[in-house]
């Protein structure tokens, strides 16, 4: 059974950093894509970054430049790194998994975390 366990929110000022953790079990990074979205209060679910299978990267243009995606396939382990916050990506973030497939919608994926939360404050 897949799981996916995010870890690393919490509150920072802006301009901070904070790394996200997703814990993953039931799959491979050799197989699976690995996304990031986030959803702010009253907002819809937004598409933050993905890691393909393949290894092929894609970022939102609002995150682009300031957060960065990683894996450990030892731990099992996907992490978002964000630098330079800022108070709109004040949201909960979630992290998500499909097989074999480069996706930035979030219907197109299967596997979802609880998610977790980022505050930025200004």
């Known amino acids: 059974q897949v799981q996916l366990v995010e870890s690393g929110g919490g509150l920072v000022q802006a301009g901070g950093s904070l790394r996200l953790s997703c814990a993953a079990s039931?799959?491979?990074?050799?197989?699976?894509?690995m996304g990031w979205f986030r959803q702010a209060p009253g907002k819809e679910r937004e598409f933050v970054a993905t890691?393909?299978?393949?290894?092929?990267?894609r970022y939102a243009d609002s995150v682009k430049g300031r957060f960065t995606l990683s894996t450990d396939n030892a731990k099992n382990t996907v992490y978002l790194q964000m630098n330079r916050l800022k108070p709109e990506d004040t949201a909960v973030y979630s992290c998500?998994?499909?097989?074999?497939?480069?996706?930035?919608?979030?219907?197109?994926?299967?596997?979802w975390g609880q998610g977790t939360q980022v505050t930025v404050s200004s």
């Open positions: 998500a998994a499909v097989p074999f497939r480069l996706a930035t919608i979030a219907r197109d994926y299967d596997y």
């Open positions: 039931a799959l491979t990074f050799s197989r699976d894509t």
């Open positions: 890691i393909a299978w393949i290894g092929s990267t």
